[in-house]
């Protein structure tokens, strides 16, 4: 059964602090990649937490193991410009997030 998970991301040691998120190493294929899983509706809502190193994301799965082992395969989780710090679970009480079928 799916249901919801809270991941976090943080920069790994390949980030460049001197560049913005849009100038790191294949962003395009980053990008390319999150939009996939957002279009699927693996991901449900994310983006980076401003004035920190991390990335949120709302994902709807299986198991933390599923998350972790679709996000490995992001370009970014490969050349170490990403990494997941945190998966759990997650219960939304306020709000919707809608539903797929």
Do not use: C, Y
């Not at 920069?11 to 990008?31: C, K």
């Not at 395969?73 to 170490?80: E, K």
């Amino acid at each position: 059964m799916q249901r919801f998970f809270v991941v976090i991301r943080t920069r790994g040691p390949a980030w460049q602090g001197s560049q913005p998120l849009e100038g790191q190493p294949d962003w395009a294929g980053h990008a390319s990649f999150m939009n996939a899983l957002a279009k699927e509706g693996f991901i449900v809502v994310g983006g980076p937490l401003e004035g920190t190193a991390d990335t949120v994301l709302v994902v709807r799965a299986e198991t933390g193991d599923e998350i972790r082992a679709r996000l490995a395969a992001d370009p970014w989780a490969v050349a170490d410009l990403l990494r997941v710090t945190r998966v759990a679970p997650w219960t939304l009480r306020l709000g919707s997030l809608g539903e797929r079928a």
